[in-house]
């Protein structure tokens, strides 16, 4: 009896960490998907409440004072304020964790259109994203776990001094051996350790901001008020998905027959990025100056492809929403390509360039032992 408890004791020993560190990679790895799911809930509670002919205040506040536990303590917050007066959309922002900052703004737009069911199709279109963050979460962990350990940092600065005397110790057995890429890696160790440990930070970060989500964004905001915009606006894959949020609410305005000028202003603050508000100003100031809309929607698209899809859109008969939605999904699957061909080749590039390193330096040691193993035999 005691051997059973003595064995359960070490087994649990050995077992318990390596089942925390699964809870907790199990736990990052599905935050944008827990994310996902919470906006999507949300958004089904509102589309259940206009069925039932209910506001969204009335829906949010009916549904928390059931004490349902399933909703998140995130949704009972957002409901003590709507009880304390506060609309929706206001609402949403003192509680920004629980729906995604583009989709607040879409809702937001859909309460100055007067009515926010129209634009919970969006919503839903943007929630699609959470699926490529995920599967990138999946390398971005093998590089932590590859370059964010110090293992080849600290050989290399181990082996410096030994490695660069290997050729005199072959001297006594007359062989002259120069292992010229194993001594390269020696010289340049420092730099390597250097590069090594920007790149390692560099991801640190990226694992930061995975972690991190919309509250990160807006902590950031507070003291670099335009970075985020910025960064988001930069990486291809995110503007190619800012641009498809914004052709998909431009599209439903303009079949809800709001005016050129609104329907660009509010779709460019349903993309809540700083960039393209400040592109709808000077294609609102286009349009004042007496140009088109395909004209003024240039400034969107360096190479015009949105404001040809909206002038051939206009000219058909079944409305800007449909005639758009191919190029919508095009828009969200070379999204989806480019951050997953940018993910796969930064983790095999880091990979190869770190089996280099180790090869050359296995090379130029066995190098030198085979010469000098052949000078002894033939001795």
């Given at each position: 009896m005691n051997l059973f408890w003595s064995s359960l004791f070490w087994l649990i020993v050995w077992f318990a960490p390596l089942c925390l560190l699964v809870l907790g990679l199990y736990w990052l790895f599905t935050l944008p998907l827990r994310r996902q799911e919470r906006a999507?809930?949300?958004?089904?509670l509102l589309e259940t409440g206009f069925r039932q002919g209910r506001s969204p205040e009335a829906t949010v506040a009916a549904v928390s004072a059931t004490r349902e536990r399933s909703v998140g303590v995130r949704f009972h917050l957002l409901a003590a304020h709507v009880r304390n007066g506060l609309a929706l959309t206001d609402a949403l922002a003192r509680?920004?964790?629980?729906?995604?900052?583009?989709?607040?703004a879409v809702l937001r737009v859909g309460e100055k259109l007067g009515d926010m069911r129209?634009?919970?199709?969006?919503?839903?279109?943007?929630?699609?994203?959470?699926?490529?963050q995920t599967r990138n979460a999946v390398n971005y962990f093998l590089l932590?776990?590859?370059?964010?350990?110090?293992?080849?940092?600290?050989?290399?600065s181990a082996m410096h001094e030994r490695?660069?005397?290997?050729?005199?110790?072959?001297?006594?057995?007359?062989?002259?051996?120069?292992?010229?890429?194993?001594?390269?890696?020696m010289d340049w160790h420092i730099w390597i350790t250097i590069a090594q440990l920007l790149i390692a930070a560099l991801v640190l970060l990226g694992v930061i901001a995975y972690?991190?989500?919309?509250?990160l964004r807006r902590w950031i905001e507070v003291v670099f008020p335009a970075l985020c915009d910025w960064l988001m606006y930069r990486v291809p894959w995110r503007r190619k998905r800012l641009r498809r949020d914004f052709a998909a609410m431009l599209a439903l305005l303009l079949d809800a027959g709001v005016p050129e000028e609104t329907s660009v202003q509010l779709a460019a603050a349903a993309t809540a990025n700083g960039i393209f508000s400040k592109q709808a100003q000077r294609?609102?100031?286009?349009?004042?100056?007496?140009?088109n809309?395909?004209?003024?929607?240039?400034?969107?698209?360096?190479?015009?492809?949105?404001?040809?899809?909206?002038?051939?859109?206009?000219?058909?008969?079944?409305?800007?929403?449909?005639?758009?939605?191919?190029?919508?999904?095009?828009?969200?699957?070379?999204?989806?390509?480019?951050?997953?061909?940018?993910s796969q080749v930064v983790s095999t590039g880091l990979v190869l360039a770190n089996g280099l390193l180790v090869a050359l330096v296995v090379t130029g040691v066995f190098h030198v032992l085979i010469s000098i193993t052949n000078e002894v035999v033939l001795w």
């Open positions: 999507r809930f949300f958004l089904d509680v920004p964790s629980l729906t995604p900052p583009q989709a607040a129209k634009v919970i199709p969006v919503c839903r279109g943007m929630l699609k994203d959470a699926h490529s932590l776990a590859l370059i964010g350990t110090p293992i080849i940092p600290l050989f290399l490695i660069s005397l290997l050729p005199n110790v072959a001297i006594p057995y007359g062989v002259a051996v120069h292992p010229a890429g194993m001594l390269a890696v972690v991190g989500g919309p509250r294609a609102i100031q286009d349009l004042h100056a007496g140009r809309l395909r004209e003024a929607l240039r400034r969107f698209d360096d190479d015009a492809e949105l404001s040809w899809r909206m002038a051939n859109a206009a000219q058909g008969p079944c409305g800007f929403a449909a005639a758009l939605s191919g190029w919508m999904e095009s828009l969200d699957a070379r999204a989806f390509q480019q951050e997953q061909t940018f």
